[in-house]
């Protein structure tokens, strides 16, 4: 297949696999400018698969940093509606959202906490309606990805710039498997998450013990009648969708006041443009009580000190150390991509999908029985080769779930 | 001066002579992705200047084609106010705003003119909040240019990409006088424009009669207290500022029900993604009653159509046959530039700072005495190397303006 042609079955799949576009239905574009060319041809596939309107939102990476840099902080505390609007209204419309991530990991790097801080807040306030509708399942999105110079250069340092580009796509067509039936391979490797799930889902266990060479000693509890997810989701109306591409994790929700001991970072974080190195998280009745970072603490700091619920637990996630992101032994500085080389947790907010009805209840009563909640939900990666996962039921029983990294079952 | 440091410059007086952005001042760029690295050194330039935030709002020629071509007639009946509110609430701020042009002068060419003019009355709608500032002198605005590979091809077929896009940008520095000392270049070009207009505003001639050998037979009489304008503008709280770069014209007011005779165009117009060429115009009692284009009549039709004000005249503008641009040779199929190179009018909506107290006027009342008002405002360019323009005043005594395209005193 030529460059082109990947391009465009990538495209398809986004829009048909993806976000799974109505015949009818608008469709929500995010993108860096630097991904425009990208974005026209999954414009293209959308209409061509019946989108009433495609609305692309562009944001421009060096032009936010420089807002980071020189505009006052005051600038960040508030979300103009015009902006939120841009979301929500299509939220209420019933539109289907694609992000399409190709940022710099270190677009903002040294710039004021405070202020990316401040921004977070104020988005997470502005944004509510649409992240409503996201967690109640009543809306298809999907995040993807596409190669641009600024992150390329980052994790091909060593190539000229043309080279890097055509590297990282070459990477990223790889991970989502383009070539050949595209279609079927997706349904298969759907089906094969679907599997894990089932397994774990009649296990019911009440906690899972960490264990590595690297120090990660850590045992956290799960939610009563938690749900192991993976693969396609599937709105109210019965739409399925595949909310991240690539994929190859398995998740549920961690009980938020159950988790102790210590976690070891296995790989870096780009967070926000900023990249967090060698960290430690060292946890006690659910919360992050210590942590340590060797690279980016600063930014970790910012994360835990959002709220409450970004110390604690809101998602665990399984991914063989063997998976096909993980053997290309790429490290993409993209949490789309690293999360999906490694077991991994997030902090911060639950996903309400991963517990029986758990969409169903509203945020207080999801918290009071262990689904966090927070202004954040970020993934970082502990899986190593080593990594071994243990199941403890009700009755004390194990059974081990991950050894040598990888499956068990 | 290396090609970097010339559109530093550019950019630098785009912020400071253009827009002359005040500190804390918000600064409003729209512009097409493919302009975005020469949006981030204007918007640099602006934080610079002390710009307290900039925004930048982008959009895609291909994409916006796309939308044109496959979204039904029904989507572009109305402006969603996430949209609109994009632009009235910062008009409302107080914030400057600059349009940076680089769009493929035959971007929309073929696209069903039903969706365009749908769009177009839809947006007059829309943002009207934002219109009224401009003409009420509240706001300061500016037009500029920055160069793309599809605008660079039409204008040079038959150079490489590389090679037309160098090109077009020199083509542009060029004609916004860049190198050297350009703020004083600019205030000198201001000044001498500031003079042709003094004179003219002494004359207060009744009408102005047009001829040359290519068929323009036609007079046209101007408001009462009709006010020359040229060079650079005054908001109501004494700001300065440039609404075009680049600008060579003088232009007031015509009386919209006054114009009589055959106007030839002189150079094509491209409107909205799609090239008008070889047009005629016949007016009788100020209104086109009479119309025919070699190519693109559908497109001239769409404008004439729109409604009453877009069959009569809304500006006169004067521009030497040997103005810079001009005489630079190149047919920039944009009208920024175009306009710039010959006398043109306006089919449309007046400018109401060019009659005395016109902006204290509402659009009843300014049409009540010959200011025209109408959805669309299109310059279309009518001087030749052999125009002639004679003044006539009151009395009936004539004087000669224009002379062999250029300025008869």
New interface residues.
């Given amino acids: 297949m030529t460059f082109a042609e990947k391009q465009k079955q990538y495209a398809d799949i986004l829009v048909t696999l993806g976000v799974n576009v109505q015949s009818g239905q608008e469709l929500v574009i995010r993108c860096d400018?630097a991904a425009?060319p990208f974005?026209?041809i999954v414009?293209?596939a959308a209409?061509t698969a019946g989108?009433?309107?495609?609305i692309?939102h562009?944001?421009?990476d060096?032009?936010s940093r420089?807002?980071y840099?020189?505009?006052?902080t005051d600038?960040f505390t508030s979300v103009?509606?015009?902006?939120s609007?841009?979301m929500n209204?299509y939220a209420a419309r019933g539109a289907a959202f694609l992000s399409i991530v190709s940022e710099d990991p270190e677009a903002f790097k040294g710039v004021d906490p405070q202020k990316l801080a401040a921004r977070n807040v104020a988005a997470d306030e502005a944004f509510r309606p649409y992240y409503e509708r996201m967690d109640k399942n009543e809306l298809q999105w999907c995040v993807a990805a596409a190669a641009s110079p600024e992150w390329a250069r980052k994790v091909f340092p060593d190539r000229s710039e043309e080279s890097a580009v055509a590297a990282l796509w070459e990477a990223i067509f790889r991970a989502v498997r383009i070539g050949g039936n595209v279609q079927e391979k997706w349904t298969e490797h759907g089906e094969s998450l679907k599997k894990r799930c089932a397994f774990l889902n009649e296990k019911q266990f009440k906690k899972l013990r960490y264990q590595n060479g690297l120090g990660t000693d850590f045992t956290v509890g799960l939610v009563e009648n938690h749900i192991w997810t993976g693969g396609a989701e599937q709105t109210k109306t019965g739409v399925t969708f595949f909310a991240n591409m690539p994929t190859e994790e398995v998740f549920t929700m961690p009980h938020c006041e159950q988790a102790e001991g210590v976690l070891k970072s296995s790989l870096p974080l780009s967070y926000q443009g900023s990249v967090i190195r060698n960290f430690t998280l060292r946890f006690h009745d659910g919360k992050v009580v210590e942590y340590h970072a060797e690279e980016g603490e600063e930014t970790l700091k910012m994360i835990l000190e959002a709220d409450d619920g970004s110390r604690r637990l809101g998602e665990i996630a399984l991914v063989p150390y063997n998976s096909p992101i993980s053997q290309s032994g790429i490290l993409f500085l993209q949490t789309l991509f690293d999360e999906n080389a490694a077991c991994h947790f997030a902090l911060g907010q639950c996903y309400p999908n991963t517990m029986r009805d758990g969409e169903k209840l509203n945020r207080e009563d999801l918290r009071a029985i262990g689904g966090n909640y927070a202004i954040n939900h970020v993934d970082f990666m502990v899986g190593t080769a080593d990594l071994s996962i243990t199941g403890i039921n009700a009755s004390g029983d194990e059974t081990l779930i991950f050894e040598n990294g990888g499956w068990a079952f």
């Avoid at 840099?69 to 006052?72: G, K, L, N």
């Fill in positions: 400018t425009a974005a026209r414009t293209a209409y989108a009433r309107e495609v692309v562009f944001r421009d060096k032009i420089m807002r840099e020189y505009a006052p600038v103009p509606e015009w902006e609007e841009g209204y």
